[in-house]
């Protein structure tokens, strides 16, 4: 049985006396990058925006699959050990797988908007667990890694987009702090989500939505 408030209790569970700062310093190095690719952008220089949108896309994409990554592999430590840095490095392997998710991904979630807002909206939920499954099962391809993450989300859309929506104030608050509160607020959320993952594997092995051959 799906239960929000659970995941969420879980997530924090593991946070304590770990979140710094192996947690906090994936955020901070992704801050860091970003500002200075926006920097780039932001040069009055046609080529060079051309390249800050490319290079933003490559790194976003390679830092996106890095910390699902990250976050599988902290959710799977005995509760109180710190991660380290290095398993954030290591999902770094995965850039290639990635960039062309993200590329998939964003092709399927363009011709869906098409559609209209709402079609579009209701894709993203069913892909919002793409990237978990292509940082924990590398012999999983990307088009199958999609289809794997419509199969698991189903009947499960609205618990999510509520998940998601329940750190929404998290996100105000970092307005009044300067995003301080990222800093915490950015590890709760992708735990919650890295526990929702699990779950919605777990129950769609059980009810037989997927395989476990599914995932070699």
């Avoid at 593991?14 to 926006?38: E, H, N």
Wanted: charged share 15%.
């Amino acid at each position: 049985m799906f239960d929000r408030v659970a995941l969420k209790l879980k997530a924090k569970e593991r946070l304590k006396g770990t979140w710094f700062p192996v947690p906090a310093a994936t955020l901070f190095v992704y801050l860091v990058v970003a500002t200075l690719l926006s920097s780039i952008a932001n040069k009055q220089s046609t080529t060079m925006s051309i390249i800050a949108i490319i290079l933003n896309f490559i790194v976003g994409a390679s830092f996106n699959i890095a910390i699902a990554y990250f976050y599988i592999e902290y959710n799977k430590l005995p509760l109180g050990e710190k991660p380290k840095f290095n398993t954030f490095i290591d999902g770094f392997n995965f850039f290639v797988r990635g960039i062309l998710g993200t590329l998939w991904m964003g092709l399927w979630l363009f011709l869906w908007t098409l559609c209209f807002i709402i079609p579009g909206i209701i894709k993203a939920l069913s892909y919002s667990m793409f990237l978990f499954i292509l940082a924990e099962n590398p012999n999983v391809s990307v088009r199958r890694a999609l289809r794997i993450s419509s199969e698991i989300t189903k009947g499960y859309k609205l618990d999510i987009f509520i998940t998601q929506l329940s750190f929404i104030g998290w996100y105000m608050l970092s307005v009044v702090t300067f995003g301080i509160i990222l800093f915490w607020a950015v590890p709760y959320m992708y735990l919650t989500m890295a526990n929702l993952y699990q779950f919605l594997k777990e129950e769609a092995l059980r009810t037989g939505a997927v395989k476990i051959e599914d995932f070699n």
